[in-house]
């Protein structure tokens, strides 16, 4: 076969907000429908009522066979949209899709199963629907079965199943039925920490049978270690399309350039908390600093300690700080009055790239106060530490920490 083997072209997809044209099922709704909102019915006929959006605009892409194509973008790119789109779910509004493969989708939690059957049953339903034979079925049954860790329950109902026993049996199905093409969204994210190891190391096997994978997933280092290339959304267009580094890098500077530069909380009347976080400064370089102010509020008088925690661009915590080291020193607070904190962290020794901040106010080991769940970021810009003139990136994947190195030769 030559040419791609999946080719989108001007792809674009137009959403209703509320009832919207297409939201009437019936003939008496729609006459009820035209007499009581003619103007309304008549702007909707045209195209031009202001009730609708576009998920994706404009999408153009080509994937060739054997690829690993990452799908990445902020929340609301468009990313799952594209996936069902081309799973054939919804159907676009405009622009054309051509898919030469048999095709396989995993985009949500016990896609295709049905939960008044069993796992047995469900595996032979689902492989049907992908267009297998039964002898195919047979032949790949226990292997599904061993890679999906349900053996037990395998003549149990799905509908009792757990969310990760559902979705391992979904991924074994989708993954081991030989198709083409396999479709993969964040639903990955729902098993354990060792299953997702053992799907990210199926998928490659995939692609190494000369199969392809789209995959959707907001962590980057899975990105970076199976696809061969990687395509870019946001505001549901394409904004770039080529190998997995520099497309990885261009989207964690944009996601630095939109993350908040403080976090705000209501007051809260029951435990001690933050009322306000804020950085300085959301750049700095190797072996700089990063200043945060901090506001904390109690209802009684209370002490507490301040902890913070480092992550990389993939969520790998690198480094754990507090005011409290093994629990000695901590903040005095007055009740219902405004105590600010100001905390330098620093020197750092980190290549250049985006790291993430996340908040602890607490009595260690003992209770938890408050705990931010959105991270304050702020990115390296600069990360030579030898100074030779090589400027160390996260891109590189030897790691976050840069320590320089002194040596002698005898």
Not at 100 to 120: C, D, I, K, Q, Y
Not at 145 to 166: C, L, N, Q
Not at 240 to 265: C, D, H, M, N, W
Not at 307 to 319: Q, V, Y
Request: glycine fraction near 8%; include cysteine; aromatic fraction near 8%.
């Amino acid at each position: 076969m030559t040419g791609p083997i999946v080719s989108a072209r001007g792809v674009g997809k137009q959403y209703f907000l509320g009832r919207g044209p297409r939201g009437v099922t019936s003939l008496r709704e729609s006459l009820t429908d035209i007499v009581r909102a003619p103007l309304r019915r008549l702007r909707d006929a045209t195209g031009t009522s202001g009730d609708s959006f576009w998920a994706l605009r404009d999408v153009t892409f080509d994937v060739a066979k054997g690829d690993v194509v990452g799908l990445i973008g902020r929340n609301g790119a468009g990313k799952s949209t594209l996936l069902k789109v081309l799973s054939r779910i919804t159907d676009p509004t405009e622009g054309r899709i051509e898919m030469r493969g048999r095709s396989a989708s995993l985009l949500e939690v016990g896609t295709g199963f049905h939960p008044e059957l069993t796992g047995r049953e469900n595996v032979y339903l689902n492989g049907t629907i992908l267009g297998m034979r039964k002898r195919e079925i047979d032949r790949k049954f226990d292997e599904i079965v061993a890679f999906s860790e349900v053996e037990r329950f395998i003549d149990t109902p799905v509908k009792r199943y757990s969310s990760g026993m559902y979705v391992r049996l979904a991924f074994g199905v989708a993954a081991h039925l030989d198709p083409e093409i396999l479709i993969v969204d964040e639903v990955l994210a729902v098993g354990d920490a060792e299953f997702q190891k053992k799907c990210l190391t199926k998928m490659s096997d995939v692609a190494h049978e000369g199969r392809t994978v789209l995959f959707v997933s907001h962590n980057m280092a899975a990105v970076r270690a199976i696809c061969s290339s990687a395509i870019h959304l946001a505001q549901g267009r394409v904004l770039a399309q080529g190998q997995v580094a520099p497309i990885v890098e261009e989207y964690v500077k944009r996601s630095v350039g939109t993350a908040a530069a403080s976090l705000t909380f209501p007051p809260r009347p029951d435990k001690p908390q933050f009322t306000n976080i804020a950085l300085r400064s959301t750049t700095t370089e190797y072996g700089g600093f990063v200043d945060v102010d901090i506001t904390l509020r109690a209802p009684t008088n209370s002490s507490a300690a301040i902890e913070i925690e480092i992550h990389d661009s993939r969520g790998i915590p690198l480094a754990y700080v507090s005011t409290a080291p093994m629990g000695k020193t901590f903040v005095s607070m007055t009740a219902n009055e405004d105590r600010h904190v100001s905390v330098r962290l620093g020197p750092l020794p980190l290549a250049t790239g985006q790291y993430d901040l996340y908040f602890w106010l607490a009595r260690p080991w003992a209770e938890e106060y408050h705990v931010t769940r959105t991270p304050l970021s702020f990115e390296v810009v600069h990360s030579d530490p030898s100074e030779s003139g090589f400027e160390f990136r996260q891109s590189y994947g030897r790691g976050a920490i840069t320590v320089p190195m002194e040596y002698s030769v005898r």
